[in-house]
């Protein structure tokens, strides 16, 4: 046990603030968090290329849901519903497939162009599957909800839009060719460019060499007619958009990384690194670009691998780890009957603590601690799904620290900027921030959660003496 002289080691705070049995008595709710101003749709690159900002320049964080069959699967009034209920969530961002797989219909039966499948007619888009989807982006941008659009998702298993379909056919994207799918990438432009509430995805769950020259011209057609509309790009998991494509490529305006953890076997790599891994790899890369977490384990799916920790845990070390956002998945992706309940599910509950948290502060100013400065013991193994990140404020104003499971986290207290610092335990799971207590920023400190379970740790600088 740690001794609470600073000459014979670090001091827990467990030691010095004792807690009741009920530890839950002592929390308090957080109610110094202000709710969030409505964005200002469109977004774009920060000057600095570190995050998103809105239209007036303030910070936006990516906080994102998957329903990727929402064009296809639900109706204009499920669809409505849908998004006010992710909304009151406070999720500000969903992912969406426009034309979903080859051959699928939207609830109306209509296929989003002319022809049979694989050699739908990128020239010939279907005015009745396309009005649904106009009514339904209007509808997003009312309740102010980012879109991130999937056009043709190229697909990871010959089920998609790009390489060979599972008949060793040419894909649609092969069948029409760069030319004719430039000019689909201008007619989407056309259309939905004035849609503020609007980013593209390109690719999906794929890298681009089964259709390079397609992709390409499809992400070159959409500059074309909607220059301002940012891209990012979907590869297979554990690759990022930057991985995939050159430092160069002019559509490309942000990053998305993707993975799973490590033991994670049900990918097409079995190599799977941890979030905080890929984090740490894309905020190094140069030149830099903003980049945010497009898919990871979803909730409710791989049985116990799927729980809402592991939810937390990957969005957590996204943005902790250099990133502008995540986004959120779960069973919803394919809108199966029962959607309206796995709305519910625990982990996307929990999950607009993240963004209340982060969104009363400056998060946008945080740097990853990849050299360990500021949490210099109690991390856990690096490359292993326990392993806790620590973030600090560029002016050392503040840093949080998120803790997937209790244990003693040492903190180097010089690096925060003010004469004291103050110390609080956030729970992720329930939003309530508990006092800790405050301390001279010229020691180091191990501060130990008061229960079990995923915490976050925030330290704030203080100049004023107690």
């Not at 000459?7 to 709710?35: C, H």
């Not at 699928?104 to 039966?109: E, L, Q």
Request: overall charge negative.
């Amino acid at each position: 046990m740690a001794s609470q002289n600073k000459n014979e080691g670090p001091v827990r705070s467990s030691e010095l603030f004792p807690w009741p049995r009920s530890f839950a008595l002592g929390l308090l709710l957080l109610t110094q968090i202000a709710v969030s101003a409505e964005p200002a749709f469109p977004v774009r690159v920060s000057e600095n290329r570190r995050h998103l900002v809105d239209a007036h320049g303030a910070p936006f964080l990516y906080h994102a849901d998957t329903p990727w069959m929402l064009f296809l699967k639900l109706t204009e009034g499920e669809a409505k519903d849908y998004m006010a209920r992710r909304k009151a969530q406070g999720f500000n961002a969903l992912q969406v497939q426009l034309t979903g797989f080859p051959g699928m219909t939207n609830r109306a039966g209509e296929l989003p162009f002319a022809g049979t499948p694989p050699e739908q007619d990128f020239a010939r888009p279907n005015e009745k599957f396309f009005a649904h989807v106009d009514r339904v982006m209007h509808e997003a941008q009312r309740q102010g909800m980012l879109l991130a659009v999937a056009p043709l998702w190229s697909g990871c298993c010959g089920e998609g839009w790009a390489g060979r379909d599972k008949q060793n056919r040419p894909g649609p994207l092969h069948a029409n060719g760069p030319d004719k799918t430039r000019e689909f990438g201008r007619w989407l432009g056309r259309r939905y460019g004035t849609f503020d509430n609007v980013l593209w995805i390109l690719g999906g769950d794929n890298d681009p060499d089964n259709a390079r020259a397609e992709i390409r011209a499809l992400g070159l057609g959409l500059k074309d007619a909607a220059p301002r509309q940012l891209i990012t790009y979907h590869a297979a998991s554990t690759h990022s958009s930057t991985h995939v494509w050159p430092a160069d490529e002019s559509w490309l305006d942000v990053s998305m990384v993707y993975s799973y953890f490590r033991g994670f076997d049900k990918a097409w790599n079995k190599n799977q690194p941890d979030i905080y891994e890929v984090s740490h790899a894309e905020f190094a890369k140069i030149p830099v670009r903003p980049f945010f977490l497009g898919e990871s384990t979803y909730e409710g799916e791989h049985g116990a691998w799927g729980s809402a920790l592991q939810a937390r845990k990957q969005a957590w070390w996204c943005v902790l780890g250099g990133g502008c956002g995540h986004a959120y998945g779960s069973p919803n992706w394919n809108m199966p009957d029962h959607w309206r309940d796995l709305l519910e599910l625990p982990g996307a509950n929990s999950l607009k603590h993240l963004r209340d948290l982060l969104e009363s502060k400056a998060w946008w100013t945080l740097v990853p601690d990849v050299d360990n400065v500021v949490a210099v013991q109690g991390r856990g193994l690096y490359a292993k799904n326990d392993y806790a990140v620590t973030a600090l404020a560029h002016d050392g104003s503040f840093a949080l620290s998120y803790l997937p499971t209790k244990r003693a986290l040492t903190i180097d207290l010089a690096r925060i900027s003010g004469a004291r610092v103050a110390a609080h335990w956030f729970n992720p799971r329930s939003g309530e921030l508990s006092r800790i207590g405050e301390f001279a920023n010229e020691q180091q400190h191990a501060f130990e959660p008061p229960a079990e379970g995923d915490w976050v740790l925030v330290l704030d600088a203080k100049q004023e003496t107690p």
